[in-house]
């Protein structure tokens, strides 16, 4: 069943990383990195598979691994614009963060 972001786009910021996410399917997910700070490159873009739950109407958990290693899972809360985000780097450094998403 299609969800709610399948087919938009959205800008997640917090505050170290900024980037766009464009829910492709149910599936699948692009990213790109608007502003990467020391976490990404600027411009890097990736489609990573994604595990995508509702937990409830507008606020899901999604979860993907990067062709680095790297893995992150999101806690999108979009009826208040509202994101967690948790990534685990190729070298072992965790990163627990919190700002904003919004639809583009």
């Known amino acids: 069943m299609k969800n709610m972001l399948t ?3 959205y800008i997640m910021d917090v505050g170290v990383l900024k980037t766009e996410l464009f829910f492709e399917t149910d599936t699948s997910m692009i990213f790109t990195v608007i502003e990467g ?22 606020v899901y958990m999604i ?15 979009h009826e208040n614009g509202i994101i967690f985000s948790n990534a685990t780097l190729p070298d072992g450094n965790f990163y627990n963060m919190k700002g904003t998403i919004s639809l583009l």
């Open 63 to 77: 979860a993907w691994k990067e062709s680095s290693g790297a893995t992150v899972t999101h806690v999108e809360d």
């Open 7 to 9: 087919g938009n786009k």
């Open 37 to 58: 700070g020391s976490l990404q490159k600027t411009g890097y873009k990736e489609r990573v598979e994604i595990l995508s739950v509702e937990i409830r109407p507008k």
